[in-house]
């Protein structure tokens, strides 16, 4: 008699562990992708229309609560799956599932979902949040009647592009996060070189490209990339689907696929 199928193989991949995880991975994400389509959909329109003093207000009562679950849930994200990385590349009996390989289908697809969510998380914790600490400390000095920070500007504009990057990539992102075990298997069971390598050099340039302009090292926070492609939170979605696109149709239907 066992204790349960759930405890039976705990700890090996495809135990009970893995689909503990993966559950908490996913209730992690959902949290935290939640708060930054509300951030990027609702609170930025919504606080163009509020009073100044009003806005301080939510500032102050709503996004620095909102933001405490945003980062905490990011970081729980992070963590499972972490953890189900590492019960995949420690255990993979026919090698069809190495996380680790980029060269392996599997390892592809999961290894380009991380590098987005992985950049995601580094935008919360190394731009967001620090930027939002200023803009929100400053808030609460005009609210106790103080000046406002001079660097308040700035930093609202360096949290902004942060915060519409990590939009933007959210589409991909969970494309591959989905994409992985569902239907990457379907391509290709080992992987061709050549091409493997000309998808993973496409992939960084166009990571790059968007993570460069974000934190403003191409042509400044208001590059013409992010003016067009940031500004507007339905422009960022457009673009979020064809940079997904692209990605999807080269990179798999014509790099990867039946190599
Ligand atoms: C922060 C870094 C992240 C890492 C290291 C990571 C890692 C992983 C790994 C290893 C898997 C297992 C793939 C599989 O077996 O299907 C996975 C699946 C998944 N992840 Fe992430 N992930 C991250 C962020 C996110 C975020 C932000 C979301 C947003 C909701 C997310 C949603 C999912 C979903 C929905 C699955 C698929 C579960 C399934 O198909 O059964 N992940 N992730």
Same mark, same amino acid.
Not at 13 to 34: D, E, K, N, T
């Given at each position: 008699m066992?204790?349960?199928?759930? /405890?039976?193989?705990? /700890? @090996?991949s495809?135990?009970? *562990? &893995?689909?503990?995880?993966?559950?908490?991975?996913?209730?992690?994400?959902?949290?935290?992708?939640?708060?930054?389509?509300?951030?990027?959909?609702?609170?930025t329109?919504?606080?163009?229309?509020?009073?100044?003093?009003?806005?301080?207000?939510?500032?102050d009562?709503?996004?620095?609560?909102? !933001? $405490?679950?945003?980062?905490?849930?990011?970081?729980?994200?992070?963590?499972f799956? !972490?953890?189900?990385?590492g019960? %995949?590349?420690?255990?993979?009996?026919?090698?069809?599932?190495?996380?680790?390989?980029?060269?392996?289908?599997t390892?592809a697809s999961?290894l380009?979902?991380?590098? *987005?969510?992985?950049?995601?998380?580094?935008?919360? $914790?190394?731009?967001i949040?620090?930027?939002? &600490?200023?803009?929100?400390?400053?808030?609460?000095? &005009? !609210? =106790?009647g103080?000046?406002?920070?001079?660097? &308040?500007?700035?930093? =609202?504009k360096?949290? #902004?592009?942060?915060?519409r990057?990590?939009?933007?990539?959210?589409?991909?992102?969970?494309w591959?996060?989905? /994409?992985?075990?569902?239907?990457?298997?379907? %391509?290709?069971?080992?992987?061709?070189l @050549?091409?493997?390598?000309?998808?993973?050099?496409?992939?960084?340039?166009?990571?790059?490209?968007v993570?460069?302009? #974000?934190?403003?090292?191409?042509?400044?926070?208001?590059?013409a990339?992010?003016?067009?492609?940031?500004?507007?939170? @339905?422009?960022?979605?457009?673009?979020?689907?064809?940079?997904?696109?692209?990605?999807?149709?080269?990179?798999?239907?014509?790099l990867?696929?039946?190599?």
């Amino acid at each position: 008699m066992t204790l349960g199928v759930i /405890f039976d193989n705990f /700890f @090996k991949s495809g135990g009970g *562990f &893995q689909i503990v995880a993966r559950w908490l991975h996913v209730l992690s994400g959902i949290a935290w992708i939640g708060l930054l389509y509300f951030f990027n959909f609702v609170q930025t329109p919504a606080y163009a229309e509020l009073s100044p003093g009003a806005r301080n207000e939510a500032f102050d009562k709503l996004t620095w609560r909102a !933001l $405490w679950w945003f980062r905490w849930a990011a970081m729980s994200t992070f963590l499972f799956g !972490l953890l189900m990385l590492g019960i %995949y590349s420690s255990d993979t009996p026919s090698g069809a599932s190495n996380y680790a390989d980029p060269t392996s289908v599997t390892g592809a697809s999961i290894l380009t979902g991380v590098l *987005f969510a992985v950049t995601m998380l580094a935008n919360v $914790w190394m731009v967001i949040w620090p930027n939002q &600490q200023i803009v929100i400390g400053s808030v609460r000095q &005009q !609210l =106790a009647g103080g000046e406002a920070d001079p660097r &308040q500007p700035d930093s =609202a504009k360096r949290g #902004a592009r942060a915060s519409r990057a990590n939009t933007f990539f959210s589409i991909t992102m969970l494309w591959f996060m989905v /994409f992985t075990t569902h239907f990457a298997p379907l %391509y290709a069971t080992a992987g061709d070189l @050549k091409n493997t390598a000309i998808y993973w050099i496409m992939v960084l340039a166009l990571w790059a490209w968007v993570e460069a302009n #974000a934190l403003g090292y191409v042509g400044g926070l208001d590059s013409a990339w992010n003016k067009f492609v940031f500004d507007d939170h @339905k422009k960022t979605i457009i673009y979020g689907f064809v940079y997904w696109a692209v990605i999807f149709f080269i990179g798999w239907e014509i790099l990867l696929k039946n190599v």
